[in-house]
């Protein structure tokens, strides 16, 4: 049973990936965290929803994995949900959604759209940027559909979340919520990453990725693995 932050990570280590929650699609190939703000299955552990215990609080675990560590990645990666990757499976995802492409060839090839493209080249110029200050120096606005851009980029993973933040007043104190900050998962993970999806076949990619769910989830759709993987 997970009963803590340290518990979820160790966890997670060993599985590769995970849903950041056990509802929806992604929920229901695979996620560590416990079922516990639902009245669907039993639970009488110690993880609690929003309490803002940073140890058994699931919300806080990903900005705990952002702050503390560099080889778990966490962002909208699962059918437009928050996931987590570790750094030994990213390739393989890398792999079989990236199809070898970068962006600019994604974006010739028809698999990004001009909107996606332009954010690209925007985290390309200028490096890490909070989402406010990307969509203010791409020069986006309401039409451009700026958000979903950004969560398809993230599950293209062309895009990862690299951490949050607040804004600060002039006096330099903290206020608003908190904002996600985005980069490359190259420049996250390190060139590295990259190069070693460029030594997997998307089919072989594939293949990994699926045998690795079924050891999760013995039980998991076949059907829904394929999308799961694939980003669709």
Known sequence: ??????????????????????????????SLVPCAWTDTEPYDGPVRWHTGDTDTDPWQWKMRVLTERNDIAYGKTFFGS???????????????????????????????????????????????LRTDELKALGGFGREDGFERALTGL???????????????????????????????????????????????????AYEKIREQILKLNPGADDALIGKFIYNT
């Open 154 to 204: 993230q599950m293209k993973t062309y895009l990862t979340i690299c951490g949050h933040t607040r804004k600060r007043n002039r006096a330099g104190e903290e206020y608003g919520w908190d904002i996600t900050i985005v980069t490359t998962p190259e420049d996250f993970f390190g060139e590295k990453i990259s190069r070693a999806a460029a030594n997997i076949s998307p089919e072989n």
């Open 82 to 128: 928050a996931g987590y990757i570790t750094e030994k499976w990213y390739p393989c995802f890398m792999a079989a959604r990236r199809h070898g492409e970068t962006a600019a060839e994604a974006y010739e090839n028809g698999r990004l759209s001009r909107t996606e493209k332009r954010i690209c080249d925007t985290v390309a110029a200028y490096g890490r």
């Open 1 to 30: 049973m997970i009963e803590n932050y340290n518990d979820f990570v160790r966890e997670l280590m060993t599985a590769g990936f995970s849903a950041a929650s056990p509802s929806g699609k992604a929920g229901r190939i695979f």
